[in-house]
């Protein structure tokens, strides 16, 4: 599902245009950015959490030219979905 698919799904859901699901979904993720760089944890109950976490830094080996180098350390977005949600993907899972 790309974003225009999400705002036409939000938007026959909620009973919205298609320009107030947008600006609902823009104000939305717009919320989670700001949280997320502030290094705050966002938790959606029955959904899951969405936590900015540090990745050291570490040495790694190009495995051709065996050279060695360093690789800085960075911030990834790390995303832990709910039990709720792991046990439906469970179930779809075992069903196939």
């Known amino acids: 599902m790309n974003n225009k698919e999400l705002i036409g799904e939000l938007s026959r859901r909620l009973g919205y245009t298609n320009k107030d699901a ?3 979904l ?3 993720t717009g919320i989670m950015g700001e949280e997320l760089q502030e290094g705050k944890v966002i938790a959606i109950q029955d959904f899951g959490t969405f936590e900015v976490k540090k990745k050291m830094e570490r040495i790694t080996v190009n495995p051709v030219t ?3 180098f360093l690789v800085p350390p960075k911030l990834i977005l ?4 709910s039990n709720l949600w792991k046990e439906r993907l469970k179930k779809i899972s075992d069903n196939e």
Not at 78 to 81: D, K, L, T
């Open 66 to 68: 065996k050279q060695r």
């Open 78 to 81: 790390n995303f832990r979905p």
């Open 22 to 24: 947008a600006r609902l």
């Open 26 to 28: 823009t104000s939305v």
